[in-house]
């Protein structure tokens, strides 16, 4: 059969699964975009090649699948970086397409040429120049397999335009893998799985640590089955929300810089610390001389690479994180222990448990948007936040009750994420209700967005905590640079209301508490358009607790008082 390298591309996709692409066309692609014109495949057009690659990773941690974004070459290529440095940091399986020039204009520095490949190379788990359309299906099948196994991450496949348009003989089924060097991880040390198991039964003070690596390897179910067995507390990371039910007595919350009193100070006294699907990051850890003084740490990880790379690990096991817990569950058997520690965390939950203050203006206090929002929804939804104090307030006041159901950007914080993420997690779990929490000062960075939305009748709420500050950097102004508030004051903006309905979407502006709750039960009533909630809130909130930077968990500022 005769087909061209582009209509090659696009059955491979479909080989792989593949129902949902997010781009934008551009000269370089148009042989990929006349072949998508009769596809099953359903294109998304976004309005910016970053809203692209936000939306194929948001779709990604919702679904779970491979998430799949095009971009033409040179600025449409380099538009993408930012997405996919954020999928990167964060292992979330991506397969970026972009078109190149003809290769025989490579390195001539032709029209809209940019060398993509090399531009990614830092921040890709692998990339590739295709210069044969013979190799279209070896390279696309090869591009999804390194994506989605051992530890997910971003793959950019650069496709210049002859090599898309090209016919060669093609026959399905042909393409095999041949990557030298590269093995999928299977199977774990038993050796050390018993040794941790050993450390389990004999611990008095333990704490789970579960991480982002518990979410993509789909073991929220056994890492929970590990915590009620042994009734063991579990605090986790921001890429972590949703492997323990935020209601769960079990439940610590967040740790880390602006991470929950009862959960540092229960790392600071544990004498056994389960790490699962972690890389013991710098917002996590605090002086990192001075994380966990008195624990034994078991590390679970797929990636070898993070054992031992910040903390030493008394057992470091490589392997799948679901994989791993099953084992140890399995060699585990269910007491009831843990009471003086329990006691102990009681006591701290009590004393310290996280709370917030009265508005000094008069205005809405933004923790208590995040409180409506969970008692509205009980869990029953996706929540994606920007970045900045409202991507810390979601993390702190958002009662998670299921996996998947958080999506930020946690290692790169990318601002700009939130919205763009909605959509692709709207466009991949339409079931779900889908809120993004955003700032007045991120929102703005993707919000052309909007039309997508719009387009496609998403009814994505997009929730603004409007303070009219870049807020997270005015509160960092404020602590520790002597209240210099340099270029931080956003309070010249757009009215979101009148924005919102130029692109035909529903504005709301929100200025009193009393308004709140009928605002949102609006919001979630929509099913066919997006919707702007434009919250005014008190506008120097802070978020505490908060660790300062360089300090340990044990030295917090706030939180401990109204």
């Known amino acids: 059969m005769q087909l061209k390298g582009a209509e090659i591309l696009l059955r491979c996709l479909q080989e792989e699964g593949v129902d949902t692409v997010f781009g934008y066309p551009g000269g370089a692609v148009l042989p990929i975009y006349d072949a998508l014109f009769e596809s099953s495949i359903r294109h998304i057009l976004v309005r910016h090649e970053q809203g692209a690659a936000h939306a194929a990773d948001g779709y990604a941690r919702a679904t779970g699948k491979v998430g799949v974004c095009i971009a033409t070459s040179g600025p449409g290529a380099t538009n993408l970086v930012t997405g996919i440095a954020t999928a990167n940091m964060d292992s979330i399986p991506l397969v970026c397409f972009t078109g190149q020039v003809g290769t025989s204009l490579i390195g001539r520095d032709a029209f809209q040429e940019a060398d993509i490949t090399g531009i990614t190379l830092p921040i890709t788990k692998h990339n590739y120049l295709v210069e044969r359309t013979e190799d279209v299906a070896r390279t696309v099948k090869e591009a999804f397999y390194i994506a989605r196994t051992n530890r997910p991450g971003p793959v950019v496949v650069d496709l210049p335009k002859d090599v898309m348009e090209r016919s060669i003989d093609y026959k399905a089924g042909d393409a095999e893998i041949n990557l030298r060097g590269y093995r999928v991880m299977k199977g774990y040390n038993s050796g050390q799985v018993i040794t941790a198991v050993e450390l389990i039964k004999n611990a008095k003070r333990p704490v789970i640590y579960a991480g982002g690596g518990v979410i993509s390897s789909d073991a929220a179910g056994e890492l929970r089955e590990l915590a009620q067995k042994r009734k063991i507390p579990v605090t986790t990371t921001l890429m972590g929300m949703g492997a323990i039910p935020g209601n769960s ?55 070898a690479a993070e054992i031992g ?17 099953q084992a140890i569950n399995q060699r585990l058997e269910a007491v009831e222990q843990y009471w003086e520690w329990h006691q102990t965390i009681d006591r701290w939950k009590k004393e310290f448990p996280l709370r917030y203050g009265p508005s000094c203006e008069g205005r809405i206090m933004p923790q208590s948007v995040i409180e409506k929002i969970c008692e509205l929804t009980q869990g029953e939804t996706i929540i994606t936040t920007e970045v900045g104090q409202n991507q810390m307030w979601a993390a702190q006041y958002y009662k998670f009750k299921h996996a998947r159901t958080f ?64 807020g997270m950097v005015r509160q960092w102004q404020g602590l520790f640079y002597g209240g210099r508030y340099s270029y931080t004051d956003v309070s010249h903006q757009p009215d979101f209301v009148k924005l919102a309905e130029a692109y035909g979407a ?57």
């Open 249 to 303: 007595y079990l439940n610590l919350g967040m740790l880390g810089m602006h991470g929950t009193r009862y959960a540092n100070y229960a790392i600071g006294e544990a004498d056994l610390l389960i790490a699962a699907g972690v890389r013991f990051d710098d917002r996590v850890t605090g002086k990192i001389e001075t994380f966990a003084p008195h624990a034994r740490v078991i590390h679970i990880d797929i990636d």
């Open 407 to 470: 999506l930020t950007s946690g290692g790169l914080g990318t601002m700009g994420y939130g919205f763009p993420a909605a959509i692709g997690a709207k466009i991949g779990r339409p079931d779900m209700p889908v809120i993004d929490i955003a700032g007045d000062g991120s929102i703005q960075m993707n919000i052309q967005e909007l039309a997508t939305a719009v387009q496609y009748r998403l009814p994505v709420i997009i929730c603004i905590l409007n303070n009219q500050f870049l």
């Open 309 to 325: 790379k910040n903390v030493d690990a008394d057992v470091p096991i490589v392997g799948q994180v679901k994989e791993v817990l």
């Open 506 to 562: 529903v504005g709301i502006r929100v200025t009193r508490e009393e308004e709140l709750e009928a605002a949102l039960q609006q919001a979630l009533r929509e099913t066919e358009r997006p919707v702007i909630l434009d919250i005014l809130v008190e506008r120097e909130a802070d978020v505490y607790p908060m660790v300062p930077p360089g300090s340990s968990l044990s030295h917090m500022l706030g939180g401990d008082e109204i």
